[in-house]
């Protein structure tokens, strides 16, 4: 069988593949276009295999809310190189996986991989990605919250994002905006200190005590200043009891009481590249 320029253009529209590989494809498949299509997802895994190994530190992180602000989701899609990050076609490959995240409502990673966009799974699909790109593809995260209300901020660059979610509908939107932005400055690790984990907790203590002790504090005293330490830990780690960073004389929690006495975040996520 012959083929034309016109099945090259084709076979590269529906796999994304190069044109050479496109034309190789449907030589070796002798213009057999369903053959062709099946020798370019066949490298894809064969390429996949090789690069098992590989790790893939660079990517995108993404995320978006729903039509109703009441769902967010991010989607963290891995490569080899900051050059592959940054080509449009692999941050769009990115947000078809969220937009079908989010217009599906996945409910955890696995559940994503085995979701479909134009009747192929995104598993398949990523391994597809691999062969297509030359560099080990990795969906690794995925991540979803409910709300009455939810913010997504995305930093620029695609290496950071964060998503946020208040108790309340209708929040005014420079108000949630502030606060993702605060999740992805500073990094908090809970909402609230009653929110820490109790682990955390007893580490922070034990960690204060040794440093202290190391000093030479009096024994006795040790728990009473580890306390102390801990009240710090909350101030600069929970999100509501830090410091707002477009006010150094406010906390989170004063920010939002200021807008609505009665508004509250009862969910974010931060996900970073870089850390």
Not at 44 to 56: C, I, N
Not at 196 to 210: F, G, H, R, Y
Not at 258 to 274: A, G, P, W
């Amino acid at each position: 069988m012959s083929f034309t320029t016109a099945d090259i253009v084709k076979l590269r529209k529906v796999t994304g593949a190069g044109m050479m590989d496109c034309k190789n494809a449907l030589a070796e498949a002798e213009g057999n276009f369903d053959r062709a299509l099946e020798i370019i997802r066949e490298k894809g895994k064969l390429v996949a295999s090789k690069r098992v190994d590989r790790e893939a530190a660079e990517g995108v992180v993404l995320a978006k809310v729903s039509g109703n602000s009441k769902v967010g989701a991010m989607v963290v899609l891995n490569c080899e190189t900051d050059f592959v990050a940054k080509n449009e076609n692999f941050i769009a490959f990115a947000g078809s996986i969220l937009n079908t995240a989010l217009e599906n409502n996945a409910e955890n990673l696995d559940v994503l991989k085995n979701m479909q966009i134009d009747g192929r799974t995104i598993e398949a699909q990523v391994i597809e990605q691999t062969g297509i790109i030359g560099e080990k593809i990795e969906l690794s995260y995925y991540k979803k919250i409910n709300a009455e209300s939810v913010i997504t901020y995305i930093h620029p660059g695609n290496k950071l994002a964060t998503i946020v979610g208040f108790n309340k509908a209708g929040v005014e939107v420079q108000v949630a905006k502030d606060v993702a932005m605060q999740v992805a400055a500073m990094a908090p690790i809970a909402i609230d200190k009653d929110s820490v984990p109790a682990e955390m907790v007893e580490k922070e203590l034990e960690i204060a005590k040794e440093k202290y002790r190391q000093e030479g504090k009096p024994e006795t005293m040790l728990d009473k200043i580890a306390q102390g330490a801990l009240t710090k830990f909350f101030q600069e780690a929970t999100l509501l009891n830090q410091t707002y960073v477009k006010d150094g004389k406010i906390s989170i929690r004063e920010f939002l009481a200021q807008n609505d006495k009665e508004l509250t975040v009862t969910e974010f996520d931060r996900y970073s590249l870089n850390v």
